[in-house]
């Protein structure tokens, strides 16, 4: 016990680099336990072909441990012409100010509010929107993108050192299919 007595300032300073060496791992590994995390699938299913129309299912599954409080989801559907196209970025643009010059669409459409009923997404919940979209020339292609944002739950722990929002975003390109010769 003396040994104890004689040597805490000593033992207090091992404990205390300990702990300072241990804190950043745990607060890494808590945050990743409590963090949001979203996956959003696009997914098509043709049902007329010949005229274009196709069906537009949009998935988000919460892949998290915790609740995702939703602040908006966002659908932009926007047309290109396959011959005016040599390559198109993964970029999606939500406002037209974010088109990239040389990737300007056919016609700019407003993105549209999706899943506008939903509140939140309990850990392992699915919500699923299906949305007929036409191609109605040939020569276009959809290019298609899902933005998801909610709100960060421990918001008031940042606030003062940053601005937190969770924003999760997919894409997809989605062309007609070529006639099979008769």
Not at 76 to 99: A, I
Not at 139 to 157: A, E, N
Not at 158 to 177: D, G, M
């Amino acid at each position: 016990m003396e040994w104890f007595v004689a040597n805490a300032n000593q033992i207090i300073a091992v404990l205390s680099a300990f702990a300072a060496v241990l804190a950043p791992f745990l607060a890494i590994f808590v945050f990743q336990q409590f963090s949001p995390v979203a996956q959003i699938r696009i997914l098509t299913r043709w049902i007329d072909q010949e005229n274009g129309k196709l069906v537009l299912r949009i998935e988000i599954e919460n892949k998290s441990k915790v609740r995702i409080r939703q602040k908006v989801a966002m659908l932009q559907v926007l047309r290109y012409s396959l011959t005016d196209r040599r390559h198109l970025s993964e970029w999606v643009p939500f406002s037209q100010e974010r088109v990239i010059e040389g990737e300007e669409p056919l016609e700019w459409n407003e993105p549209k509010k999706i899943f506008a009923s939903t509140v939140h997404l309990y850990p392992g919940e699915v919500v699923v929107i299906e949305r007929l979209e036409q191609i109605e020339n040939p020569d276009h292609f959809l290019h298609v993108g899902i933005q998801y944002k909610s709100h960060f739950k421990f918001r008031w722990l940042v606030t003062f050192a940053l601005a937190w929002e969770e924003s999760w975003t997919t894409t997809a390109i989605i062309a007609r299919p070529e006639k099979k010769p008769s």
